[in-house]
């Protein structure tokens, strides 16, 4: 999973960024002084491995992973309605989820590019530039499509006007402020627009970034927010940045006890983590054994056989069945043996849905 971080310049971008990956950077991207992208990654905290390792003592831990790409906003295009462009477009094309970081806190000493702090204000500016971005990127394609319509092949021309309908209307919803993403869309019509990468099509999670001082009100500015810009595939939440990245720093038993003290509550990267598994309708599954415990990322509703694709194709090839128990039922028994004694080991098809917690082991046959 790869979440992009946007948001206006001298927002918090970058400091989201480091409370995320705790400073530990992957790979730096640059291209010229001003345009650099920055990635890093997060290993998802998750007590379900921590348990599994005390149980299996394996001689290796794999955790899911989350990547984030700290996306700098090119200031000179805010506003004049460009669009967004080169390798920004690229790395928010790629981004499965939008973070997009608004700016609550109030610090003197960083003025506010607009001159005052308005996150709401903020969030319109980003979302008017993202919405640009699906025109242009819709108005370019018209141009292409005109063309096709006079393709001398009658399935072409059909294939050519289905599509232009398509993005007429989406086009026409964009231009009354509806974010493809609010759009009433047909699984075709996914199917259809899947290889634009709409930015307005993507899930969002907009965080606001608020200041030390307006922790004891986290919970109400979330709510307001929440209210006023969220619906099922906008998510919102309040992240003190700095304090995040100032704690990410820490051993973590002194973290914990600072986060006590400065009633911190809930991690940034956890609520991050959370929020966007989430929003992206994404669950966890595990294997287990002496060699290895490994989280797996799916999408809720995964065939059994589909997730084996995702350890090894030729589990998914050769896949005769898959031995199930839920994490609640192994952590209760306390191992294999007495979870089979209970008869809580399932036997499950190709056709299982796998739920959260599911660990499995794979039978297969190549
Ligand atoms: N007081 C306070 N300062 C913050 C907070 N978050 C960020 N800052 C400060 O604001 C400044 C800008 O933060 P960055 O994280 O660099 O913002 P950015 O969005 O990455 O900025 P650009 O990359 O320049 O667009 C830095 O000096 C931060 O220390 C916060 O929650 N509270
Ligand atoms: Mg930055």
């Known amino acids: ?114 001159g005052s702090v308005d996150p709401y204000r903020d969030a319109d500016t980003i979302n008017l530039e993202l919405a640009f971005s699906d025109l242009a990127i819709i108005e370019r394609r018209f141009q292409r499509l005109e063309a096709d319509l006079k393709s001398s092949k009658a399935q072409e021309r059909e294939a050519s006007r289905r599509e232009a309908a398509l993005l007429t209307r989406l086009k026409e919803g964009i231009e009354k402020d509806v974010p493809i993403r609010k759009q009433e869309l047909t699984a075709e019509d996914i199917k259809l627009i899947s290889a634009y990468q709409f930015l307005t099509a993507k899930p969002m999670l907009v965080l606001c970034n608020i200041g030390e001082a307006q922790l004891p009100q986290a919970g109400k500015i979330e709510e307001e927010a929440r209210q006023r810009l969220g619906n099922s595939r906008v998510l919102v939440a309040t992240m003190c940045a700095k304090l995040e990245a100032d704690l990410a720093q820490l051993p973590s038993a002194e973290e914990e006890e600072f986060r006590r003290s400065l009633e911190a509550g809930e991690p940034g990267t956890a609520k991050v983590t959370r929020l966007s598994y989430q929003l992206l309708g994404l669950i ?52 294999f043996a007495e979870v089979r004694r209970q008869g809580r080991l399932r036997l499950e098809g190709k056709t299982y849905t796998v739920k959260d917690g599911d660990v499995i082991e794979y039978l297969f046959n190549v």
């Open 1 to 114: 999973m790869e979440l992009g971080i946007i948001g206006l310049p001298k927002n918090g971008k970058t400091t989201v960024f480091s409370a995320l990956t705790r400073g530990r950077t992957e790979t730096s991207r640059s291209g010229g002084q001003s345009s650099k992208l920055t990635i890093g990654v997060d290993k998802v905290a998750d007590r379900r491995v921590d348990t599994l390792v005390e149980m299996f003592h394996p001689k290796r831990v794999v955790q899911a992973e989350v990547r984030y790409v700290d996306i700098p906003w090119a200031p000179d295009s805010t506003g004049k309605s460009q669009g967004i462009g080169g390798e920004y477009l690229n790395a928010l094309q790629r981004s499965d989820a939008l973070l997009h970081v608004v700016r609550a806190f109030d610090e003197p000493s960083v003025p506010h590019i607009q």
């Open 284 to 335: 966890s599954f595990f294997t287990t054994g002496p060699d290895e415990v490994k989280a797996w990322t799916i999408r809720e509703g995964t065939p059994a056989v589909k997730a084996a694709g995702q350890i090894h194709s030729d589990i998914e090839r050769g896949f005769i069945r898959a031995e199930v128990v839920s994490f609640d039922d192994l952590a209760r028994c306390g191992g």
